[in-house]
Each structure stands twice: as structure tokens, then as C-alpha cells.
Nanobody, 115 residues
């Protein structure tokens, strides 16, 4: 059974940085896509960043130049380095994995950007 365990969320001041991690277990073979979504109160869940198995990346316009996604294929882990954080980045961040053409979600980790 595929399980995703996220870590790295928390409270940070505007302009600060955080690094999220998501480790996938129960994997046999290659993961297609790994990525991060977020959902702020009263808003729909939105894509933040994703990386395909071949390395192609996709970022939301709002985070381009500030966030960087990376993967460790050997560890089935995806990271999200978030720099120059803004209050509007406040949300619950969810790890997403596309594996054997099925979607799996993490439990979510809260990121709060506030002074």
C-alpha cells in the first residue's frame, strides 16, 4: 500500500524559507509524477509544483523564481524548497504522487507565513 509522509511545515516570517519533504513507501518500480499542491482556507486546491520522472518541472506562476522542486529517485522522496515566502503562501501543502497511473495524497502539512 502506498503511503506518503510529509514533513517540514511550520510558521515562518515573510521573506523566510522552509523546505518540505515527502517520502513515499510501498513503491515497487518507478513513480511517474511527484509534486505539491496547496489549499488555503476558502479556496480550491491548486498545483504548486510538480516533477515528472524524466525531470520536467511545472510551477504555478505565483511561485516561479521562489520555489524549487526536486526529487531523490532512490529514496522515492520529493522536496519543495520555498524561499522569499509571502503571507499569501499560507496554506496546507499536500504531497501528490502519480504511481501506476493512480493518484495518492499525503495528509497535508500546514505552512503559515506571518509576522
Amino acid at each position: 500500500q502506498v503511503q506518503l509522509v510529509e514533513s517540514g511545515g511550520g510558521l515562518v516570517q515573510p521573506g523566510g524559507s522552509l523546505r518540505l519533504s515527502c517520502a513515499a513507501s510501498g513503491i515497487a518500480g518507478s513513480i511517474n509524477d511527484m509534486g505539491w499542491y496547496r489549499q488555503a482556507p476558502g479556496k480550491q486546491r491548486e498545483l504548486v509544483a510538480a516533477m515528472a520522472s524524466g525531470g520536467t518541472t511545472n510551477y504555478a506562476d505565483s511561485v516561479k523564481g521562489r520555489f524549487t522542486i526536486s526529487r531523490d529517485h532512490a529514496k522515492n522522496t520529493v522536496y519543495l524548497q520555498m524561499n522569499s515566502l509571502k503571507p499569501e503562501d499560507t496554506a496546507v501543502y499536500y504531497c501528490h504522487v502519480l504511481y501506476r497511473f493512480r493518484s495518492y495524497w499525503g495528509q497535508g502539512t500546514q505552512v503559515t507565513v506571518s509576522s
